[in-house]
């Protein structure tokens, strides 16, 4: 079976500080792609990221990184210098590779950046 | 910048009345996915399209629901009828690949449909 859990339910932080926003992952296949997606309050998903299961890279796009960790099965995320904008919904999700594959989430963790 | 384009934004009925929503994904995109979000959750499949095909329903609560992609391009998904339990948002998605193979498995959302039933 395929599982996230992201254990953090809300994260409340000022703006300017960095904050991480954890993922752990299960899943019995070799071959999966892992997301994290930003849910504003307007409702849509927003895509930002995807790392398929062979690429452990870590990965900077400008304020934003991703720390991929197959021995521990996490795919943690870090905004540096939060701002406001960042107040969002944060959803991790995991796709197996195969031909008929949806995207499993987490259940989100609610980040607020006060100013 | 292509958008996966979803109507009515919110949608409030009574219990027992008959809904539906509409999709039109990205243009040349095959894959079409209905998601159903419940208010603390993340989304969860209700339907799963390849063109006009039904490739996984297996979370459809097929007694009341109901799903259909007739020219393999725009969707409409339907509630009949309406229960309590049935109100969440309604998220359409799209994608150029096939489920979860390679580069082409990104999957786009629409802004959703936010239901109330009363």
């Known amino acids: 079976a395929q599982k996230v859990t992201q254990a953090q339910t809300e994260i409340s932080v000022v703006e300017k500080e960095d904050v991480t926003l954890d993922c752990v992952y299960e899943t019995r296949d070799t071959t999966y792609y892992l997301f994290w997606y930003k849910q504003p309050p307007s409702g849509e998903l927003v895509f930002l990221i995807r790392r398929n299961s062979f690429d452990e890279q870590n990965e900077i796009s400008g304020r934003y990184s991703w720390n991929f960790q197959k021995s521990t099965s996490s795919f943690n995320f870090t905004i540096t210098a939060s701002q406001v904008v960042d107040s969002a919904v944060y959803f991790c999700a995991l796709i197996r590779g195969g031909s008929q594959g949806n995207l499993i989430f987490g259940k989100g963790t609610k980040l607020s950046v006060k100013p | ?118």
């Not at chain 2, 009515?8 to 809904?19: F, G, H, L």
């Not at chain 2, 999709?23 to 079409?32: E, K, R, V």
Request: glycine content about 10%; aromatic content about 10%.
């Open chain 2, 1 to 118: 910048e292509a958008e996966v384009a979803q109507s009515p934004r919110y949608k409030i009925t009574e219990k027992s009345q008959a809904v539906a929503f509409w999709c039109d994904p990205i243009s040349g995109h095959a894959t079409l996915y209905w998601y159903r979000q419940i208010l603390g959750q993340g989304p969860e499949l209700l339907v799963q399209f390849q063109d006009e095909s039904v490739v996984d329903d297996s979370q459809l609560p097929k007694d009341r629901f109901s799903a259909e992609r007739l020219k393999g391009v725009d969707s409409t998904l339907k509630i009949q009828p309406a229960e309590l339990g049935d109100s969440a948002m309604y998220l359409c998605a799209s994608s150029s690949g096939t489920g979860g193979l390679g580069a082409k498995n990104i999957q786009y959302f629409g802004a959703g449909t936010r239901l109330s039933v009363l």
